[in-house]
């Protein structure tokens, strides 16, 4: 059906407000990240300004970042690769025996407040002396990710026909070795789905970090909040800051735009 | 389709026993793998979960605070008619929570709804608004709470220099007592607004084309075959959305803290039962009491979730 022209004008003017309404802030933090602190707070100045590096001079040297941006990858990098090992797998059987009680244990962590599993962890880690360690992090994230890759590789598994797989038995292949050589190799577009947004849940993971990083193990989220004092922001500093965690993120997300859409819609429409 | 056939070129003629399946481990992992590829995500699941919730739940019948390591007494459901009559800090929480997320989901079900009609068929620079409906999304929630907070700063913000071009006074946003709520609502709707459109253009662009022609053919006015024709089929669609945003949105906790800090502010002016219990925990070490709002934050959780799938169920058939 084609849409009849005042429509299309409706549409058009519509949908200008919409991106402007999106990008407009986006823009204005990045902004004012290459603002000092003097031209912020000269609303004079709002567009009329240096741009000047000040500010990600102070992230990116006195304020540590490049070690922070070091730990969030390595978090969400490990958190993920070792979700992937779990998920699969368990998302495959689950899928293909319909174990649907089973899933239903995992799908929990979805639902489940993230306070109440602070305390306890929280608990016991610092018995073992593991809180402020990497170790924690990865497992505290990888709670978040778990969930995430076998909802979606469910449904990818689903989508795949059985045969495929009952055609390997028959040419001699282990109904493992069928797993391994026939079906992953065809879910790769799905595990590069569950891959990345389990990534950028845990890049942008903050409440877990915020309790169970130390100093050295803070990722960006967290270091945020140094630009905030007690009595003062230091705006700029703010700004690019929040930039900088920002910005990877959605270039990340740009560039795999397909994979991004797949996995936050996926299931939905099943009804 | 090469993967598939990569096995049949290993044995072209007679298929031989492949090596794998002699080995008594290959026999005993082929014939246990339903529970050999599910048992350590559940396990890790579990251990991560149960242990929690079970300890949480001991925990709110105790008086444990002061150090995690300090020795508790059982005080049996103390907590409860504690937590239950506290009418300064629990029952405003509660009240925060179902407004926070009755609002939040209001105005992004119908705003998705619209935007996502507008996106349905295809048109010029399609590229370009999915790329901005991509981008808050994925942006990391801490981050654009910080972003709000210099747009909605009362002295130096670009909100307000708006508002005084189009000659009204300077609002106070999230530093108001009584607008910081609406304001982190605002916030929240920014940011999850365009997930409900991608779930909602995702449904849209999988139903049919029949059912739309057959009312335009009958005479139904686009108005009519919205609400007639494409809402009753995408409302499984809806459902699911505002499943999947109504629990993020009950345990919204970012935003609210990159904004308002440590007990939502002041005045407590933004502090959900999450932030709440977050607090409760990690500022006070009040544990058994925590834990009660847990368990009681918990079970309106469960009961929103089987509240709203119950319904699912009942419109698929």
Same mark, same amino acid.
Do not use: C
């Given at each position: 059906?084609?849409?009849?022209?005042?429509?299309?004008?409706?549409? =058009?003017?519509?949908?200008?407000?919409?991106?402007? @309404?999106?990008?407009?802030?986006?823009?204005?933090?990045?902004? @004012?990240?290459?603002?000092?602190?003097?031209?912020?707070?000269?609303?004079?100045?709002?567009?009329?300004?240096?741009?000047?590096?000040?500010?990600?001079? =102070?992230?990116?040297?006195?304020?540590?970042? !490049?070690?922070?941006?070091?730990?969030?990858?390595?978090?969400?990098?490990?958190?993920?690769?070792?979700?992937?090992?779990?998920?699969?797998?368990?998302?495959?059987?689950?899928?293909?025996?319909?174990?649907?009680?089973? @899933?239903?244990?995992?799908?929990?962590?979805?639902?489940?407040?993230?306070?109440?599993?602070?305390?306890?962890?929280?608990?016991?880690?610092?018995?073992?002396?593991?809180?402020?360690?990497?170790?924690?992090?990865?497992?505290?994230?990888?709670?978040?990710?778990?969930?995430?890759?076998?909802?979606?590789?469910?449904?990818?598994?689903?989508?795949?026909?059985?045969?495929?797989?009952?055609?390997?038995?028959?040419?001699?292949? =282990?109904?493992? #070795?069928?797993?391994?050589?026939?079906?992953?190799? !065809?879910?790769?577009?799905?595990?590069?789905?569950?891959?990345?947004?389990?990534?950028?849940?845990?890049?942008?993971?903050?409440?877990?970090?915020?309790?169970?990083?130390?100093?050295?193990?803070?990722?960006?989220?967290?270091?945020?909040?140094?630009?905030? #004092?007690? @009595?003062?922001?230091?705006?700029?500093?703010?700004?690019?800051?929040?930039?900088?965690?920002?910005?990877?993120?959605?270039?990340?997300?740009?560039?795999?735009?397909?994979?991004?859409?797949?996995?936050? =819609?996926?299931?939905?429409?099943?009804? | 389709?090469?993967?598939?056939?990569?096995?049949?070129?290993?044995?072209?003629?007679?298929?031989?026993?492949?090596? $794998?399946?002699?080995?008594?481990?290959?026999?005993?992992?082929?014939?246990?793998?339903?529970?050999?590829?599910?048992?350590?995500?559940?396990?890790?699941?579990?251990?991560?979960?149960?242990?929690?919730?079970?300890?949480?739940?001991?925990?709110?019948?105790?008086?444990?605070?002061?150090?995690?390591?300090?020795?508790?007494?059982?005080?049996?459901?103390?907590?409860?008619?504690?937590?239950?009559?506290?009418?300064?800090?629990?029952?405003?929480?509660?009240?925060?929570?179902?407004?926070?997320?009755?609002?939040?989901?209001?105005?992004?079900?119908?705003?998705?709804?619209?935007?996502?009609?507008?996106?349905?068929?295809?048109?010029?620079?399609?590229?370009?608004?999915?790329?901005?409906?991509?981008?808050?999304?994925?942006?990391?929630?801490?981050?654009?709470?910080?972003?709000?907070?210099?747009?909605?700063?009362?002295?130096?913000?670009?909100?307000?220099?708006?508002?005084?071009?189009?000659?009204?006074?300077?609002?106070?946003?999230?530093?108001?007592?009584?607008?910081?709520?609406?304001?982190?609502?605002?916030?929240?709707?920014?940011?999850?607004?365009?997930?409900?459109?991608?779930?909602?253009?995702?449904?849209?662009?999988?139903?049919? $084309?029949?059912?739309?022609?057959?009312?335009?053919?009958?005479?139904?006015?686009?108005?009519?075959?919205?609400?007639?024709?494409?809402?009753?089929?995408?409302?499984?669609?809806?459902?699911?959305?505002?499943?999947?945003?109504?629990?993020?949105?009950?345990?919204?906790?970012?935003?609210?803290?990159?904004?308002?800090?440590?007990?939502?502010?002041?005045?407590?002016?933004?502090?959900?039962?999450?932030?709440?219990?977050?607090?409760?925990?990690?500022?006070?070490?009040?544990?058994?009491?925590?834990?009660?709002?847990?368990?009681?934050?918990?079970?309106?959780?469960?009961?929103?979730?089987?509240?709203?799938?119950?319904?699912?169920?009942?419109?698929?058939?």
């Amino acid at each position: 059906m084609k849409p009849s022209k005042p429509f299309r004008v409706f549409r =058009t003017s519509a949908l200008v407000v919409v991106v402007f @309404a999106l990008m407009a802030p986006l823009l204005w933090m990045i902004t @004012a990240s290459f603002k000092t602190n003097v031209d912020i707070y000269d609303t004079a100045k709002a567009f009329t300004f240096t741009p000047s590096l000040k500010n990600y001079e =102070t992230v990116l040297q006195q304020a540590n970042y !490049l070690e922070f941006i070091g730990n969030s990858l390595w978090v969400a990098f490990a958190a993920t690769t070792l979700s992937l090992l779990l998920g699969v797998p368990a998302a495959y059987s689950m899928s293909r025996f319909s174990m649907k009680k089973s @899933a239903l244990v995992v799908l929990m962590a979805r639902v489940i407040p993230g306070v109440s599993l602070l305390v306890p962890w929280y608990y016991v880690f610092s018995n073992l002396k593991m809180v402020g360690g990497f170790t924690v992090l990865i497992l505290s994230h990888m709670f978040v990710s778990l969930p995430l890759i076998v909802y979606i590789m469910m449904g990818y598994f689903d989508g795949l026909p059985a045969e495929l797989e009952e055609a390997a038995l028959v040419d001699g292949l =282990t109904h493992i #070795g069928a797993f391994r050589r026939i079906t992953l190799p !065809l879910s790769v577009p799905g595990v590069a789905t569950a891959g990345i947004l389990s990534f950028i849940f845990s890049w942008n993971n903050f409440m877990f970090a915020l309790v169970l990083s130390g100093s050295d193990t803070k990722t960006l989220p967290v270091a945020i909040f140094d630009f905030v #004092g007690y @009595a003062s922001i230091d705006w700029g500093g703010l700004m690019a800051a929040a930039t900088v965690v920002t910005l990877p993120i959605m270039l990340i997300a740009l560039f795999v735009q397909k994979y991004v859409v797949s996995g936050l =819609t996926a299931g939905a429409t099943k009804g | 389709m090469s993967a598939v056939r990569t096995p049949r070129t290993d044995s072209p003629e007679a298929p031989a026993a492949p090596l $794998d399946t002699t080995s008594a481990w290959s026999r005993w992992a082929n014939h246990h793998r339903k529970w050999l590829f599910a048992a350590p995500a559940m396990a890790f699941v579990a251990v991560l979960i149960i242990f929690p919730v079970a300890w949480t739940g001991y925990l709110s019948l105790t008086d444990a605070e002061g150090s995690v390591r300090a020795e508790s007494e059982f005080i049996g459901v103390q907590n409860y008619l504690d937590v239950l009559t506290d009418t300064d800090r629990f029952w405003p929480a509660v009240w925060r929570t179902v407004l926070f997320t009755g609002v939040v989901l209001f105005f992004e079900v119908v705003l998705g709804m619209a935007i996502a009609l507008l996106l349905w068929r295809p048109f010029r620079g399609e590229k370009w608004v999915r790329v901005a409906i991509l981008l808050p999304l994925v942006a990391t929630p801490v981050a654009v709470g910080m972003m709000w907070r210099l747009i909605f700063d009362p002295n130096i913000g670009m909100a307000n220099q708006l508002l005084g071009w189009i000659g009204i006074g300077p609002q106070p946003w999230l530093a108001g007592q009584h607008s910081a709520l609406p304001t982190t609502m605002f916030i929240d709707i920014w940011q999850w607004t365009p997930m409900v459109v991608l779930i909602l253009l995702a449904g849209l662009t999988s139903l049919s $084309d029949e059912p739309q022609e057959a009312a335009r053919i009958d005479g139904a006015s686009s108005w009519q075959r919205f609400r007639h024709v494409t809402l009753p089929l995408l409302m499984p669609t809806v459902i699911v959305a505002i499943l999947l945003r109504g629990i993020d949105a009950l345990k919204t906790f970012d935003i609210l803290y990159a904004t308002k800090g440590r007990g939502g502010g002041s005045f407590h002016e933004v502090e959900t039962l999450n932030v709440y219990a977050y607090g409760l925990s990690f500022d006070y070490n009040d544990y058994g009491v925590s834990s009660t709002v847990l368990i009681i934050f918990f079970l309106i959780i469960i009961g929103v979730m089987w509240a709203l799938t119950y319904r699912k169920k009942g419109l698929g058939r």
